[in-house]
């Protein structure tokens, strides 16, 4: 057992550079089950290196098969010219790729924050407001006052279906139902009102 985790933890270390020539012959030779071996063989390894340098693991995974295709799309094009080097290649490939992440990641553009004189420009104006909220009221107004209950404790408290259920002594599927039927009908009758 222990040299099964040893077999995964170093998967390049423990092949030859006979088998490693091999390996990348066959993938050259685009036999699928070749391009397999090296992802079992390698990825793990690739995805520890790139989780150590982004600390993300999503981003590690994305990463891992970024440098997968790469090293499959390179030897399927004869791009390895020490084939009983394979190991290094991957992992010299790998840390390539994610070099190259991590720099234009830098590179990015920074986002500032707006200006008080932008923010100012963008507020709205109070009678738009104050229209609006009476639109609401009025729309608000053909629902029952459970429906009115559920829209309320759903948008202005941010509460969840099976909160919003413990509350009214409801279950969560009704709150659901009911939620999206008062949504509906408070949507239509807004623009019936807006109309007008």
Known sequence: MGCVRLRRSMPGALLTPQAQSILAERIRSHQPAAEEELVRLFADRVSVLALARTRDRELARDLTQDVMLAVVLALRNGHLREAERLAAFVYGTARNVINNYLRTRSRAPRIDPLDVEVEAATTPDPVEESERADLVRRA??????????????????????????????????????RKSRALKKTVERMKRLSRR
């Open 140 to 177: 608000l107004a053909i629902l029952d006052a459970t429906d009115r209950q559920i829209l309320r404790l759903t948008l202005t408290e941010g509460l969840k279906p099976g909160e919003i259920a413990a509350r009214l002594g409801l279950t969560s599927e009704v709150i659901r139902t």
